[in-house]
């Protein structure tokens, strides 16, 4: 397996453009999560997807933010307009459907919004 | 509300020096505990998984337990590397998501 696959690896935008991130999750994983890191605020759950549903998205930051994920093997975040303060790598993370199964993260989208 | 504390936030060792990193958690009720490593730039790497029956796991000269009770878990390094240099992370995995810590930055010295 490849793994958790996210595009681009990196993204630098001007303000106010809309930015797409990208991931396919491991196959037959049933959870996906959507992750920001910072170095001030540390790892920040933005929202989850359980087969598909988004079950929690109460750590998007603002309208701006919006996640979808149409299919069991793709699933996109999206921000519109970006703004500086959304320069941060972004990680997907997915997981198997019994809490036995550990977390696997994807190599991240660095965003930089200037 | 689940909260995840790592103590120290950062530690330098001698290499061959054996080390404890420390996590704790607030809800004991939690399904696994899941230790990763990140290094500078890159993403989470899955280093063990503790399910909520066990008490310890180990792989190769990592060493991590669990204490559900007390709502503490330890990840043991024997005999550091320079290349065991990196942030460590602990999760504790509750209904669905995982709260994080926010990690211990070990630096080995050769």
């Known amino acids: 397996d490849a793994g958790v696959i996210q595009s681009p690896r990196h993204e630098v935008t001007e303000m106010g453009q809309e930015v797409t991130l990208r991931c396919k999750p491991i196959?037959?994983?049933?959870?996906l999560f959507w992750y920001r890191q910072t170095m001030m605020r540390g790892l920040e759950l933005l929202i989850y997807f359980n087969n598909n549903v988004p079950i929690d998205d109460s750590g998007m930051p603002e309208d701006r933010f919006s996640a979808k994920m149409p299919n069991a093997s793709f699933s996109t975040l999206k921000i519109q307009p970006s703004e500086p303060r959304d320069s941060a790598v972004y990680f997907c993370?997915?997981?198997?459907?019994?809490?036995?199964?550990?977390?696997?993260f994807g190599s991240g989208t660095r965003l930089t919004v200037v | 509300k689940q909260e995840v504390t790592q103590i120290p936030a950062a530690l330098s060792v001698p290499e061959g020096e054996n080390l404890v990193l420390n996590c704790s958690f607030t809800d004991s009720a939690i399904y696994n505990l899941q230790w990763f490593r990140q290094d500078p730039g890159k993403g989470l790497t899955s280093l063990l998984l503790i399910q909520s029956s066990q008490r310890e796991q180990t792989s190769g000269r990592l060493n991590a337990s669990l204490d559900k009770s007390s709502g503490r878990s330890t990840l043991y390094i024997a005999a550091s590397q320079p290349g065991d240099s990196a942030t460590y992370l602990c999760a504790g995995v509750n209904a669905g998501k995982s709260t994080f810590g926010d990690g211990t930055t070990l630096t080995v010295k050769p």
């Open positions: 196959s037959g994983h049933d959870y």
């Open positions: 993370a997915s997981r198997g459907g019994t809490a036995n199964y550990g977390y696997t």
